[in-house]
């Protein structure tokens, strides 16, 4: 029987639920050593000395890492931006300046972690404050310092898109649709804050025990920033308590190894051990990012989008991380799941002493999407049409041109996903195929205003835009006459979405045995190979594409005698394009994921409160691999872009963050959650996917907000085009409080 499409328990739930799983901060060494991290507290300045005399006589302290203890302080997941240590004696220029307030100043390694601490607060650092920059417009307006001396007016990324004749098909236009926009940042949230321990392996190799998202590029970072060949670190993960994106770029990595190299060239061998508390994990790592997103669209007064204009301005916030990456998504989502002929985008993502701008659920596809998805919204307003009429007309279809002028990839099913959606949310289509809302209840006069809003969207699957994508997968087969024991080697991280659980059904599936004779070894530089990060709604169409020819090669060995069988093997995505600097031509990915959200809400028009009652969701998985798994995909992410849209109110004043704890910062609770979720999985086989998988781990984000959007507009005739929704936001947004400016 096929392993493929079966719920499957995951091969991790007993030991997450009994306690048995070990995460990072749960490895102990009976001669551990700590290491605190003092932080810069500021959000720009230049440091101009650094005195660690007092912390270094302080009893139980064993040694103090700083700038000049950095061989090549460095690093950055695209560009090589950041310091390790911020401070004066560093091998590189301005690495002295300290640029938001999570930067890194020193760290001590002590015997105890209330040791470590305790020292922290000896140490004498003299700082010279420099002006704060933290409006992204304003950053780039050239009367702000730079940043970055070398980066000019604090652009740290421009794409620039030209499809058509925009300005012809304005004057051609029947009615014109022109809003701004502003998404705001959102913290991460994931329960285990950052913590790791580094020591020397049987091989005398920098072994880190941490939580990321791609064990090989950690390991990469770790050896250029301390000037050691890439096969003497080391990098496993183990258990890793929630990451979405945030967990893509540095946190203790390289401090870790870098204490570790300090303390063996002193003679000390001791592992070396890090626990972030919630407010350092916090301020130091990056979030998603706020952007600004000026859309203008023109059609025709049946409703066809012939001419869109966009300026996009994202906050890179000190550093780029991945900040140009997201901006390429947000580039290519930014009109919608729609084929518009006439297309100019201006998209810049700005260097602003804000905490930096990250890797977050979506990548920039929720950002650009909310754009995309509230002007067809207002479109369908404008023209009295009903939104799904209007998507309907606009929306891809195979061979489709999209933003950059290239044909959509095949696989292309907008259409059904939201004729599946608008169906099971009660639409109907008259005698001319026109869609239309069921007939509701008037509602009586009461303080709370029920709406329905809908919303759609699509994803890349991986990073693309020309990068070689790529996953490697090990498979080895042991038995006499019939295999007897597979071992699996991969590295791609779990970080809860059950990834590890799929990519085992599918060696078993693909070797056709039972999956009680697969085992696994995951997630270790020191026995995989690259599997690419685990984002981009990439790894199970990876893994498996890897997986699926690995297991094939063995196969082949084994049935024509070979034992036992070794088969190391790298999967090559197919190939794409990067921008074209002066129209944005490109062949930017190679498939993509479909969605389509339908919510619910009800508005109590006396306090602001906003609750989502219900949400339907439609998403083209290809296959469900694991279907119970996808389910907690979507639920899981619906979850987490409520909190985005309705609770969660991340601010910085003058580059400090205000919401520095749980407390302050307002996460979803199980009285917040939706009453009720409709996971709708279709599967429509994608062509290059394994056994026709897609990725959906972001699909259920998408749409949420501009859906919310809706609904809050057709419960009260208000549109917002910011959020979160807090009661104040709506409140002003009813004309019944007036907010601060």
Known sequence: MSIINQSVKRIDAVDKVTGAAKYPGDFQFPDQLWLK????????????????????????????????????????????????????????????????????????????????????????????????VVDPVAAMSGEEVDIHPHVKNNIAWYDRVRKGDVEEAFSNADIIIENEYVTPVQEHAYLQPEAGVAYLDEEERITVIVAGQWTHEDQEQIAHALA??????????????????????MSLQIVLALAVKKLAAMGIKRPVKSIWSREESIIGHGKRH???????????????????????????????????????????????PYEIPNVSIDAYTVYTNNIPGAAFR???APQGLFAGEMQMNHLAAALGMDPVEVRMRNVYQPGSLINVDTPIPEGVTMEEVLADCALASGYTRDEKGVWQ?????????????????????????????????????????????????????????EVGQGAHTVIKQMAA??????LAIVETDYSDTASSK????????????????AIKEATAIALHRWQ???????????????????????????????????????????????????????????????????????????????????????????????????????????????????????????????????WGARGVGELPYLAFAPAVMAAVHDATGVWFHTFPLTPERVLAGLGKIKLDQ
Not at 509 to 514: D, F, I, K
Request: charged share 20%.
């Open 290 to 336: 706020e952007y600004r997103i000026y859309s203008k669209w023109g059609a025709t007064k049946q409703g066809k989008v012939i001419a869109s204009y966009n300026k996009i301005v994202s906050d890179a916030g000190a550093y780029m991380y991945t900040s140009n990456k997201v901006l390429g998504n947000s580039v290519l989502v930014c009109n919608g």
């Open 560 to 690: 024509i005698g070979e034992r036992p069988v070794k088969v190391t093997h790298k999967y090559l995505a197919p190939q794409t394009s990067n921008f074209d600097p002066d129209t944005g031509y490109c062949m930017p990915n190679f498939t993509y994921a479909y969605a389509a959200e339908m919510v619910e809400v009800s508005v109590n028009t006396d306090t602001g409160q906003i609750f989502i009652e219900n949400v339907t969701v439609s998403d083209d998985i290809g296959k469900a691999i694991n279907p119970q798994q996808v389910v907690g995909q979507i639920e899981g992410g619906i979850a987490q872009a409520l909190g985005y849209v309705i609770t969660e109110n991340f601010i910085q004043e003058n580059g400090r963050a205000r919401t520095n704890r749980l407390s302050t910062y307002l996460i979803p609770t199980v009285l917040d959650i939706p009453k009720k979720v409709e996971s709708r999985l279709l599967e429509y086989p994608d062509p290059f996917g394994p």
């Open 362 to 364: 979506g990548f920039g």
């Open 228 to 249: 050691m060949p890439v096969d003497r670190i080391r990098v496993i993960y183990p258990a890793i308590g929630g990451a979405f994106g945030g967990r893509e770029d």
């Open 437 to 493: 809302k069921a007939n509701e209840k008037k509602q009586a006069e009461s303080v709370i205003k029920r709406g329905k809003g809908i919303a759609s969207g699509f994803k890349n699957i991986g990073f693309s835009y020309g990068y070689p994508e790529h996953c490697w997968a090990i498979i080895e087969l042991y038995g006499e006459d019939a295999i007897e024991k597979v071992i699996l080697r991969h590295a791609a991280a």
């Open 509 to 514: 599936e693909g070797l056709g045995v039972a």
């Open 37 to 132: 991290v003092v932080f810069a507290e500021r959000p720009h300045a230049r440091i101009l000395s650094i005195d660690t005399t007092e912390a270094e006589k302080f009893p139980g302290v064993v040694t103090i890492l700083t700038a000049p203890d950095v061989p090549n302080n460095e690093y950055g997941l695209q560009v090589n931006d950041q310091p390790v240590l911020c401070g004066p004696g560093s091998t590189k220029v301005n690495a002295d300046h300290v640029r938001f307030i999570g930067d890194q100043v020193a760290c001590v390694v002590a015997e105890t972690e209330r040791v470590a601490a305790e020292a922290c607060k000896l140490i004498r650092i003299e700082y010279e404050d420099l002006p704060v």
């Open 530 to 545: 690259s599997s690419g990060s685990v984002s981009a709604s990439r790894m199970t169409f990876m893994a498996g594409n």
